[in-house]
C-alpha cells in the first residue's frame, strides 16, 4: 500500500525535529493514532489531517500528495497574504523564527 500521507508526515517530522507524540499532542490525538496515521493503518478526518498540516508546517495538499508544481510568483504571494493575515497573533519569538528564516540568520 502506497502510503504518501504516512511517509510525508514522517519525513516533515524529521525536518522539524519532532517526534510523533510531540506531534499527537499537538494535533490533539493519541500517540497511538499519529503512529497508525504515519503507518498507514488510519486514515485521518479533515480536520486532523488540516492540524497535522499546521503542526508541520505545511499544507493539507501536500500531505496528501496533491500538490501541484506552481509558478515561484504565485506561492510568494500566497505565502506574503498569509503572513500579513496571520502576524498579528504571532509571539516576538516566532516573529523572529521567520526573519531569521529569511535571511539565514542562526
Avoid: C
Avoid at 503572513?83 to 539565514?104: G, P, T, Y
Wanted: aromatic residues 6%; hydrophobic residues 40%.
Amino acid at each position: 500500500m502506497n502510503n504518501t500521507l504516512g511517509e510525508r508526515i514522517s519525513e516533515l517530522l524529521e525536518k522539524n525535529g519532532m517526534t510523533q507524540r510531540e506531534l499527537a499532542d499537538l494535533v490533539g490525538v493519541t500517540e497511538v493514532s499519529m503512529s497508525r496515521y504515519i503507518k498507514g493503518g488510519r486514515i485521518p478526518r479533515g480536520p486532523i489531517i488540516a492540524n497535522i498540516a499546521l503542526a508541520l508546517h505545511t499544507t493539507t495538499d501536500y500531505l496528501l500528495g496533491q500538490e501541484a508544481d506552481e509558478d515561484s510568483e504565485i506561492v510568494y504571494y500566497r505565502t506574503q497574504r498569509a503572513i500579513a493575515r496571520n502576524a498579528k497573533n504571532w509571539s516576538r519569538k516566532q516573529k523572529a523564527d521567520l526573519v531569521n528564516a529569511l535571511f539565514e540568520v542562526d
